[in-house]
């Protein structure tokens, strides 16, 4: 029982990741129709956002210790943050400890821009091309972006740990009548899962209850009708295309502490999130949420010692048979809709 | 009857004079006398081409950047430029800072890519178009032993750069290939006292192995190793060499009934698993009324950075650390340090040293011939490279030297400054049978 609370727990997170990359995806190819290969490329980079504050907050001035002593032997060049200077050590220091939830706000306006400048320089330039021609183009340009970051931020993975507060595991055995230390789980994936709940309930409140977002369902349904009321739908849908890059930069952000960052870090997403949406229903936001969920706990319950000595080598492949089964037994995925990618 | 002209002094006169004849190439020239040609790539005019085979692109670009400063850091040593760093501590002295048997040192560069086949096609191109005389580098074992079998086929020699798994020079091991790296079986020797006396003898270990061949017999040393003192193995289990996030696997450890935890896994994987196994809170439960342990075999200061300060207390071993205060090790570090501004790491460390043992067995050799090499460095004995004596043993081409185990360091002063030496183990100690592994080391092959 035990083992199932905690591999459910856990496919809970590794889903809320999934889930808010396919809702990008879904975002992007429900509005603008495109299959955007470098949506993983958009997480990767809303990861080094977080790695780009922590140098911006760390950026110092060195400060000769003659009581210490380098590598070589010399006196030590101690680096000191700015901030330390503006704001004396204790602030400064709790600052730079806050600097993933502070990345949030960092990653908002750079995410947005990106994803505009994205969809105007490069992506609308293929709305009438064959999907092929998307796919191609955008995975070409995940290959550069990570490349770009590459030889900026190097190959290896960067640490950007969570806030003292959220370091160490809560008990949930204990609040669930357990023995204690039987059912732990960390609390920065709890934060992360709690976080995804609210990015995901944010996008539909903001599509289902305004008027911005009425619109953009109404040219989800007929972009041309919309387009012939005098709606520049096609600015929308640019906005839309920024938001997306938004939501993936933000799932980006807060799973630096899960996961060091590093320049590989979006394609290791990016063909999963594309099952998920497509078990999820091409261009269904809530099938895309589903999907990114019910995959997650599969590959948890799937990666349990247990099964894998049964059926070794399951934990790889389980997400994929889910997909052929579901996508056999429901050719639109779990939430798809007649008419999306039929024609 | 007839007369011989046959005398048994005559006869013992004519003995001397045809046996000096014929010992004569031997006594007035090298073995393996450039002029005899007969070898891949015997180097015309006045330079000599090595290969440096590092990854410069995928996970491992940064190790690779380091082996490849640490390689152009030898090349200008052994052509007499800077400092002359290691070659001045080298018990041999043979390398005089004139080049390569007179001839000026050049390179040329491929990228491995961490991938055999990739590695493979770039250390090909380097043989083929470049006409490299030997090929070095690698941060991977599945890219030795791709690489070393190549190097074998063509007749070039082959200097390991960072490979651990046992099997390069174990059951791949092949005549023209050489290993300074520690492997997995020397990790689990010198680890196992230092668990045994840090956390005793009454452990259950559960081991996440990464699915590729360094990960199998790493896992392999380190059960052997501590099951041999009394701990017991609660569980092995294989993670897949793409995973990223290790949640699934570490989550049910604490259930297992196991009371350490030991991470085969080395790079990204070590990076992201550590950094599971410590949000589980791994590091401050308690188990079997003991205090919770992480292991990781196989250190590296730039995975050690990567992982950050979840590194802090984990036991592990490495090959060689910056922080020695060898005389070797402090005029490595000196030169590098000046030159690139930070510390080398240990894949720069076996790599440079490689280049310097590569070119002096050529100078004692006489030649590039690469089975004139080979002889060279067989069975080789030196000192002063910064792990203390060391041996080139001569059935398997693996080096036998003191193998450090090391610690994350609780208070860090700087971003070099992670690990700490707990011990350094007698190369006798981490020793073994050259049969063990199996594989056959076949004669070599000078190609041509």
Known sequence: MEAIVLQLLSGLDGGSAYALIALGLTLIFGTLGVVNFAHGALFMIGAFCTVTLQRILTLSHTVIDDTQKDFLGNPLKVQVPYIQDWFGEATSAAIIDWSVPLAIIFAIPVMLIIGIVMERGLIKHFYKRPHADQILVTFGLAIVLQEIIKAYYGANPIPAPAPDVFKGSFDFGQLLGFEANRIIYPYWRLVYFGFATIVIASVFAFLQFTTFGMVVRAGMADRETVGLLGIDIDKRFTMMFGLAACVAGLAGVMYTPINSPNYHMGMDFLVISFVVVVVGGMGSLPGAVLAGFVLGILQSFASMREVIEVLPGINQVVIYLAAIIILLTRPRGLLGKRGVMED | ?448
């Open chain 2, 1 to 448: 009857m007839s007369k011989s002209n046959f005398t048994r002094r005559g006869l013992l006169k004519t003995g001397a004079l045809a046996g000096a004849g014929l010992s004569a190439p031997t006594l007035f020239s090298p073995v393996w006398a450039d002029g005899h040609a007969g070898y891949t790539n015997a180097p015309a005019g006045g330079t000599v081409t090595l290969g440096f085979n590092v990854p410069q692109s995928g996970p491992y670009a940064d190790e690779g950047a380091d082996e490849l400063r640490a390689y152009e850091l030898a090349v200008e040593h052994l052509n007499g430029g800077g400092d002359g760093g290691m070659m001045n501590t080298f018990s041999s002295n043979a390398l005089k800072g004139n080049g390569i048997l007179g001839k000026k040192v050049e390179y040329v560069t491929g990228d491995t890519q961490t991938k055999p086949d990739a590695a493979r096609a770039s250390a090909k191109s380097m043989i083929e178009k470049d006409g490299a005389i030997m090929i070095t580098g690698g941060s991977s074992s599945g890219v030795a032993v791709a690489v070393q079998a190549l190097c074998q086929e063509a007749g070039i020699i082959f200097m390991a750069g960072l490979t651990h798994s046992n099997d390069t020079t174990g059951k791949d091991k092949k005549a023209n290939g050489f290993r300074h790296f520690f492997n997995s079986y020397m990790s689990g020797a010198a680890l196992a006292p230092i668990l045994g006396a840090n956390y005793g003898k009454d452990r259950k270990a559960y081991h996440l192995t990464a699915d590729y061949n360094w990960g199998y017999t790493t896992e392999e040393a380190v059960r052997t190793s501590t099951e041999a003192m009394g701990w017991e193995t609660v569980a092995a289990v294989k993670t897949p060499l793409a995973q990223t996030d290790f949640k699934d696997y570490v989550a049910p450890v604490l259930q297992s009934g196991a009371d350490v935890l030991v991470l085969n896994h080395y790079g990204g994987n070590m990076v992201n698993s550590l950094t599971s196994a410590v949000q589980f809170g791994l590091r401050e439960a308690q188990a079997n009324g003991k205090n919770f342990e992480i292991i990781v075999p196989l250190y590296s200061r730039l995975m050690a950075k990567g992982a950050g300060e979840n590194v802090k207390g984990i036991f592990g071993s490495t090959n060689w650390h910056w922080s020695l205060t060898d005389e070797g090790s402090k005029a490595f570090v000196k030169s590098f340090g000046t030159k690139y501004g930070f510390p080398p790491s240990q894949a720069a460390h076996t790599c440079y040293v490689q280049t310097l043992l590569y070119a002096d067995a050529a100078e004692r050799a006489g030649t590039f011939n690469p089975c004139g090499i080979a002889e060279a460095l067989e069975g080789f004995e030196f000192d002063g490279m910064g792990n203390g004596k060391t041996l080139y043993r001569a059935e398997d081409h693996q080096c036998f030297k003191d193998v450090l185990v090391v610690k994350g360091k609780e208070n860090p002063t700087s971003e070099f400054d992670l690990l700490e030496i707990v011990e350094v183990t007698p190369a006798a100690q981490v020793t073994y049978d050259a049969s063990i592994f199996g594989g056959d080391l076949g004669t070599c092959n000078p190609g041509a």
